[in-house]
């Protein structure tokens, strides 16, 4: 499914030259070679010919107007922290109805 099988490639070329007609696509093709053959006739001149980069200039360095150093703002003092006082354990609370006898 969406693969392009002989039975289409084959129409899909029929289509093509039906549209073009065949002097069109053998000159499409003769263009699309010289375009190849100039290419790489490009890329072999430069490569005979490196290109030279330009002279490097040294300049002095520019040196920046000093300013003075920014003081950060002072944050208000935080309080310190103060533990809180341990808290004593109080005794149990006994209620004497809760542990009666057994009632008959």
Known sequence: MGGLSLPHL????????????????????????????SFKAGMHEEADHPVTPPPVQIQPPVQAPVQPPVQAPVAAPVPPVVPAAPVQPTAPVHNPADHQGPQA
Do not use: Y
């Not at 029929?14 to 375009?35: A, P, Q, T, Y």
């Open 10 to 37: 084959i129409i899909l070329a029929l289509v093509v030259l039906i549209l073009f007609g065949r002097g069109r696509i053998s000159e499409m093709m003769g263009d699309f070679g010289k375009g190849i053959k």
